[in-house]
């Protein structure tokens, strides 16, 4: 079954948002066996809706747009589909009552620019949007291959909601689906993308034509998907099975994780499984490592805290790094790092901890120590490793590439020191 | 001038993976006068590659491609094409020159699979890629109308240097433009988007029909962008100067800043004018402010650094918040924010602080505490602000605008607690 998406919206054309409505309609059908085969971006744009609607029509049964519902001006979505299905704009009090609520909650008093979105084309049928002010329309075309076009509003969390509170359940009841989709994921680390090509090169190639391998790179990472399509679920299923033990087998060390996990996930779901707590101190990083596990929902079963030390001062006076350590050899060095990831577990009573230090750029950067230099400790009840990493890009990417290699030296070492502690 | 943009990636049709080339293509391409009117997402598939390249071809000049010129089996871009433009895939001898150097400077061994990178197809121009494997190709088409089309990788950092370094300068001397469009951004907060519109819109009603104001909403802030075309740049940006000041006069109290920055680039100019320092104590935000501020370059020369105080524990031993405040009133509470944020001063040495504590979700939430529920402080050399907010949404999102509402809090304690700071 073929799904198309249309994201809609001037902003998203001149790069000042970026789309992450596409990726998320994306991966909640999925599951379903829902294919999406396009997603179109364009303008807030008459002749653009209507070329992107009707071409969309022409390849999928389900066609869903986000954007363009605003109160604005800049906001045409809903006349010009007015006008692709036919009917009128009418006032739909059921609406304007939703609009009510959604205001009363927030505390403001509606308006009349605000009132307007309660006029929905008569031949749409109406969802109602709980967390926002534009309603979610639903039309169907005539003639004898019936398609649908849903048009939800462009705001991610607004989005979200109404796609998986009301629209996917109302889709996957109109269009019963006899085919599936399965995928897997296996995280892998430590390798090249070409490597790992050959080593798994007679593998893939021996893959049934039903079974399909992906290479997904990403900073300091590969995760490898295997997709899989056909008619009985647990067959499907069963048979990835069998091949994701091959994958893994073929993999070695390099093997991270059997699942699609940010390192974050994966360190917490370590740190979980043999009851240990995790602090960070951060120099380069600046605080993203903290972000990123505590991003993860229930990290405070694990995450004690940690100290930002962005000055040589706060290193020196919350970490207690000795002021000689870094004037001899500098705040970018094994020995600074090392004590600030043991202080890290000393000061908050975490079993594990990880610090960096390092020079993001773009200035900051020397002869002996260019920009994309990052020293990293990670610490366990006082066994500590460390190394010096060289990271190209630009500031935002060796800040993440850091945080990723600090994630992934302490998931290792947990690994190293504790094989009990299972993969 | 028009151009398309396409990206292929199986990934991302699935949702794997967030693109985020084409909004840095659009906005590098804006300020030369190129509109992008379309961006097509779609698989690593040869129909879907070559219907989205034919269509692309006959609605622009020039077509930017990213993606699919991985060295593993899903990656078919380049062949496509080839059968498309015409000749045959041969091996460009500075191409191998140019991925052994890229593997020398990565310390890693060239394998086959990576060799066969530098075979490309006769019908394109090769441009190096000296920060990755697959080279840039460039196409042009035949006929009386040429256009051109231009495949690039699909790693972010690869796109954006090949791009900026190569790409972009030879677009510009191939296509010289009488056009020229003009962005001005202006950002607003503490007002409803409707709410806005009704203030704005009959200066809005008055704009010329070649200027055009867009509203880009965002947690906890509203964007507006004004846009220009025309012919002379110095008249138009003259032309936006005077409405830029008409639209900040009717703002008020609701303006936040002229440009386009993120509420932490604002802080950071804040700080750096006034030769301020800053600090954070962050709970619910887990490192989320601190990772926002240092994401800025040169934030070093304010960012003191900062305490991720997860645990209550961490909490009394690092900040030193009082153990009877937490028991009293819990961790989520004014006192407990206003002695972290104040702490967090004299810990660092900071003249100026935030923090944060709250119930990001999705557990822990109670009757008198829901989720959501975040109180929030700034200090300022002894005067210390705070409030407790509701926000709506999942876990991302109550730590997104926490992280926001705390970095506007202290912009706003600056300006009017020293009016002498310039906006």
Request: proline content about 5%; aromatic content about 4%; glycine content about 8%.
């Amino acid at each position: 079954m073929k799904a198309s998406i249309i994201i809609i919206g001037d902003e998203l054309l001149i790069g000042q948002v970026t789309d992450t409505n596409s990726g998320f309609l994306a991966r909640s059908m999925a599951p379903y066996g829902w294919e999406v085969s396009n997603v179109r971006t364009i303008a807030d744009d008459p002749d653009a809706i209507r070329e992107a609607v009707r071409d969309a029509l022409e390849e999928s049964r389900v066609v869903l747009t986000t954007g363009g519902l605003g109160p604005t001006k800049d906001d045409i979505t809903k006349s010009v589909l007015c006008e692709i299905f036919g009917g009128e704009l009418r006032e739909d009090p059921s609406v304007t009552e939703n609009i009510k609520n959604v205001f009363r909650k927030r505390g403001i008093k509606l308006n009349e620019l605000t009132a307007a979105q309660a006029w929905v084309p008569t031949s749409a049928s109406v969802i109602q949007n709980p967390v926002g002010t534009a309603p979610v329309m639903w039309f169907e075309t005539e003639g004898p291959r019936k398609s649908v076009l849903v048009a939800m509003p462009g705001v991610p969390f607004e989005t979200e909601h109404v796609f998986t509170n009301a629209v996917l359940p109302r889709l996957l009841s109109r269009f019963p689906s006899p085919d599936v989709i399965v995928h897997r994921t296996v995280m892998v680390s430590d390798i090249s993308e070409s490597a790992l090509a050959m080593r798994l090169s007679d593998w893939e190639s021996a893959l049934p034509p039903h079974l399909h391998l992906a290479y997904l790179p990403k900073p300091g990472l590969i995760r490898l998907r295997l997709d899989g399509h056909g008619h009985d679920e647990e067959q499907l299923k069963a048979e990835i099975d069998r091949e994701t033990a091959k994958l893994i087998a073929l993999l070695g060390d390099n093997f991270l994780y059997d699942g699609d996990a940010t390192p974050a996930e994966i360190l917490l779901r370590t740190l979980k499984a043999a009851g240990l707590t995790f602090a960070t101190a951060e120099s380069c990083t600046g605080g993203n490592i903290a972000h990123l596990i505590t991003s993860v929902a229930g990290s405070s079963e694990s995450m004690l805290g940690g100290v930002v030390s962005y000055s040589n001062d706060v290193k020196k006076k919350l970490l207690g790094v000795k002021a000689d350590t870094l004037e001899t050899l500098g705040a970018v060095s094994i020995p600074v790092v090392e004590q600030m990831a043991e202080s890290a577990c000393r000061a908050t009573g975490a079993d594990v901890a990880v610090a960096t230090s390092g020079i993001a750029g773009p200035g900051g950067g020397t002869k002996q120590k260019p920009v994309g230099t990052v020293c990293i400790a990670a610490t366990f009840r006082g066994q500590t490793v460390s190394d010096t990493f060289h990271f190209p890009g630009n500031r935002a990417r060796v800040i993440d590439r850091a945080s990723t290699t600090a994630l992934l030296l302490a998931i290792r070492l947990l690994r190293n020191t504790n094989p009990s502690i299972t993969k």
